[in-house]
Each structure stands twice: as C-alpha cells, then as structure tokens.
C-alpha cells in the first residue's frame, strides 16, 4: 500500500532564511508520481511539481527546488529566500502507476510560518 | 488559464438531509475525483471517475455517497443521508489523460459543514 509521511508537522523560520521540508514515501510500484502541494491559508490546493519515478533529476524554479532520491525514498522540497507569502500548508502526495491519472496519497503536511 | 470551478464555497445542511455538492471540470479533461479534507487533517481520496464510471473508491465512500455526471459538463457528489463527521472541506479535481503530462487539477473547495 503506498504511503506519504511528512514527519515536521510545523516549521517556523525567519523572512530569507532557507527552509526544507521534508517527504519520505512507500509504495510497492515501480512506476510512480510525485507531487507538493501548497494551501494557503484561503484554503485551495496549489499545483506546484509532479516528477515520475523514472526521473531522479533535481528541479529548479525560481527560489523553490526539489531533491528527489530513490534510494532514501525520498521527495524534499527546499524554498531558498523565504518570504511571508511562503507561509501555507504543504503536502506532498505520492501515485502509484504509470497513467498519473490515478487516486493521489498525500501526507499529512507540513504548516510553514515565515516569520517577518 | 481553465480552472476547475466548485459551488457553492460553503454549504451548511442539517443531519440526515441531503446535499449535492458541485463542480464543473476543465472542458477537456477526462478524469475526475473527488477528496475531502477535515478540518487541519491531511486531503483523503474518495472517488474517481473516468469513462462515466467509477474507477476507484476509497473505504470512505460507502453507500451513503454517489457521483454522478450528469449532463457532460458537471460532476457531482451527493452524500444522501449527512452525518456530523461528513463536515469537511471537499475537493474536486480533473486531469485530462497520462499523455499529456498533467497533474490534477484542483478546485477551491466547498466547505461543507452539518449542524
């Protein structure tokens, strides 16, 4: 069964500081997604990657990456430069499959406070 | 940039009354879901749909929910009988097939809360 596990329920850093947040997963597949999230305190769901298991190179956008490791099973999202529009809710979620159109398992998120 | 649309934002509704829960997908997507989050907890799948039926269903979508495509355009959840511990915020997502390298698409939400 496949399985997200985001182990810092809250962080709290100050404006400019670097930030990691971490997502350990579990799933049996071979072939598999995935995803961060962000939910800002109005609530909404917030699209911000999707890697597939095939695909272990790090990403970059802007003051946002992602490290990807299989052998750790793990998915970590660091922002550099924090900012007070950082804070929100993060999850990471996690599909088994190669469609990625299948259900999505998230973790139970990280709540990350930029303190200004 | 299309969006996925959900009514209304919020919903109150008695225990044990009905409530239909809305949302228009992006026009040219073919799956569908739903999820629901309680308050401060994680988002839980509950449903796909793809091909006018459903595709998967979680152990939290007993028999008290339905979905339903209506009319090409809406995808609704209807939850028949509602309980206090159906009070959560529910989300609707789209995405359109695995070619065209999409994530999940999601709406804003309705928060829906039973009194």
């Known amino acids: 069964a496949q399985k997200v596990t985001q182990a810092q329920t809250e962080i709290s850093v100050v404006e400019k500081e670097d930030v990691t947040l971490d997502c350990v997963y579990e799933?049996?597949?071979?072939?598999?997604?995935l995803f961060w999230y962000k939910q800002p305190p109005s609530g909404e769901l917030v699209f911000l990657i999707r890697?597939?298991?095939?695909?272990?190179q790090n990403e970059i956008s802007g003051r946002y990456s992602w490290n990807f490791q299989k052998s750790t099973s793990s998915f970590n999202f660091t922002i550099t430069a924090s900012q007070v529009v950082d804070s929100a809710v993060y999850f990471c979620a996690l599909s088994e499959g190669n469609s990625g159109n299948e259900k999505l398992t998230f973790g139970t998120g990280t709540r990350l406070t930029i303190i200004p | 940039e299309p969006e996925v649309t959900q009514t209304p934002s919020h919903q109150v509704t008695q225990m044990g009354q009905e409530v239909i829960l809305r949302c228009v997908p992006i026009s040219n997507h073919l799956y569908f879901y739903w999820y629901r989050q309680i308050l401060g907890q994680k988002v839980e799948f509950l449903v796909s749909f793809y091909n006018n039926e459903i595709s998967e269903k979680s152990e939290i979508f007993d028999d008290q929910f339905s979905v339903e495509r209506p009319d090409g355009s809406n995808f609704t959840l209807k939850i028949r009988s509602t309980k206090l511990e159906d009070s959560a915020m529910y989300f609707c997502a789209s995405t359109r097939d695995s070619y065209s390298n999409q994530p999940q698409h999601f709406g804003d939400g309705t928060r829906l809360s039973i009194l």
């Open positions: 890697r597939n298991s095939f695909d272990e």
């Open positions: 799933t049996r597949d071979t072939t598999y997604y």
